[in-house]
Nanobody
Framework: QVQLVESGGGLVQAGGSLRLSCVAS????????MGWFRQAPGKEREFVAG????????YYADSVRGRFTISRDNGKNTVYLQMNSLKPEDTAVYYC?????????????????WGQGTQVTVSS
């Protein structure tokens, strides 16, 4: 089992920045691909960003590419999501997820472990 705990969410004005963190514990391993997803009220959960197990290769949704950056520190069992130039449409609960694969997927069903989520609210 792997437990994931997100932090760093909050209220920010449009154009501002936030950095989310996701700390993994339990049977952690650097072989897991990691992803960030988000879910706004009344909408389906959507892929935001993913990073391969050893870091390096990253993937982004078109809506956040160029504004968000995913990174990981395997020594700290932590994945980050740096969010810049935030927009009101970025408002959602953000979830961290771990997949039992080397490369991340954009499909939520491909992830095995999930955090509890952290709320991000961007005011206009």
């Amino acid at each position: 089992q792997v437990q994931l705990v997100e932090s760093g969410g909050g209220l920010v004005q449009a154009g501002g920045s936030l950095r989310l963190s996701c700390v993994a514990s339990g049977r952690t391993s650097s072989v897991y691909a990691m992803g960030w997803f988000r879910q706004a009220p009344g909408k389906e959960r959507e892929f935001v960003a993913g990073i391969r197990s050893r870091g390096g290769t990253t993937y982004y949704a078109d809506s956040v590419r160029g504004r968000f950056t995913i990174s990981r520190d395997n020594g700290k069992n932590t994945v980050y999501l740096q969010m810049n130039s935030l927009k009101p449409e970025d408002t959602a609960v953000y979830y961290c997820a771990a997949a039992l694969t080397y490369y991340p997927s954009s499909a939520a069903d491909d992830y095995t472990y999930w955090g509890q989520g952290t709320q991000v609210t961007v005011s206009s």
